[in-house]
């Protein structure tokens, strides 16, 4: 069983900036992935971005070169640097976590708000 938290969300104006983290604890061993995935209204939930324990690292096209994954493996937490907002942003933000022949987690959302 692995217990994903995230934080960092919040309100912020077009073109600024968040960074979102996601600490992740319970049963952590066999932790091969983690990433982030967004769910707006009206829309369906979508992969952000996404990597692996050794770094590889994977980018839907509309954020590319604007948010950044990163992750600290000793300290089991993921991040999202998030640069250039705009209010396609707007969403709740969901850590996800893959364990090796176990199972897949999710966190419970933190909420990003891209508005002038």
């Known amino acids: 069983q692995v217990q994903l938290v995230e934080s960092g969300g919040g309100l912020v104006q077009p073109g600024g900036s968040l960074r979102l983290a996601c600490a992740a604890s319970g049963t952590i061993f066999g932790i091969y992935t983690m990433g982030w995935y967004r769910q707006a209204p009206g829309k369906q939930r979508e992969l952000v971005a996404a990597?692996?324990?050794?770094?590889?690292?994977n980018y839907r096209d509309s954020v590319k070169g604007r948010f950044t994954i990163s992750g600290d493996n000793g300290k089991n937490t993921v991040y999202l640097q998030m640069n250039s907002l705009t209010p396609a942003a707007t969403a709740v933000y969901y850590c996800n976590a893959a364990r090796a022949s176990i199972g897949i987690y999710w966190g419970q959302g933190t909420q990003v708000t891209v508005s002038s």
């Open positions: 990597m692996t324990r050794g770094g590889s690292t």
